[in-house]
């Protein structure tokens, strides 16, 4: 069978300032010590070093995965606000499978999932963009019901798979209003 | 029986029960597609009942803290391996490593 | 034997399933079934730490969590070309 490559490309540096590659480590710093201190369950003068020193190494290691731009991830603080509305989804979609487990183990029903594309607005390699594709795939994914199975750049599409048929999640509906928008010529309007 | 145990045990049952439910789902569903889905409840609201029941036995002791953590550890996963399982299902489908299903757009 | 050892024990069951579909599944298919044994696995930890009061399990658990998550990953993204 031909072996083929991965095709992973070294992304562009990121241009930080030194200052704000401070700020990085330090908030990288300060968040493994305090996972630290909630694993030890001990404020000791020696463990407090070792914390330290772990978590001086660990945040340089993120500080640098920062900088050669494997992660561009800049989220709005708004995006906070369609937590409650995943949560809901999580609990109907727990029940749906169900559901489908019932017709399928008790009553002998044939239950088959669908696939569909859905417009999506890919955006470009940046932060913001970034961390919308991801926290939408995170969105859609975490709801038992369904979950990304591909984000194809060039067709401005997700590839979505659910098992049992129905709306879509306010998530998808949003991303799909907001395609529609940017990309009028999918619903037939003009480019 | 006081009631936090009452509360532990109803909430061990409940999770024990969705984790075989969810079991059963993996085996009895179709294509690894449909199989996949079972591994979201299995993963999130299992673990979550089992690690609330162990905070109302231990309350907000390291034992309750890391009972909460692995839980919130194995509910971020899970979407994150559902996508990267289905992609390589769908990659190897799409270069003809394994045939596609008929109903795959 | 408490309900903790009692819970993990009926758990342990749910290995049967998760078995038969990696012995006799698609690759993929069995990807899934080991992701599913995964999690089962790390709350059976959680629950026989509790059962048992060792306290040295939940990191057990915490750590499977972690490298169930990690493997995981790891065999998908073989599983796309390379297998």
Redesign the interface.
Known sequence: MEVRRSGLHRPDRVHESGGRLVVIWCAWWAALLFVWFLLVDTLRFDELIVGSVAAAVAAAVAAVVHRRGYIRFSPRARWIRQTPAVCRGIIIDCGKLAGALWRRVVRREHVEGVTFRVPFVYGGENGRDGARRALVNFAVSITPNSYVIDIDPEADSLLVHMLVPGPLDPVLTREQERAARAMPWLNGGDA | MSISSAVVVVLLVVGVGIELLCCIGVLVMKDAYDKLHYLGPAAIVGPLLVACAVMTRESLSQAGLKALFAAVVLAIASPVLSHATARALYIRQRDHVDEPPSRLQ | MN??LI?AT??L??LV??A??ILR??I??A???L??AG??Q??VL??L??GFHR?PF??L??AL??L??AG??VF??M????V
Do not use: K, N
């Open positions: 309900a903790w819970a009926v758990l069951l749910g399933p998760c038969v579909v599944g698609h993929v298919e990807l899934v079934g992701q599913m999690i089962l790390t709350v959680l629950l730490a509790e306290p939940f990191d658990a915490l969590a972690l169930s998550l995981g990953l998908a993204r599983l796309e070309r390379w």
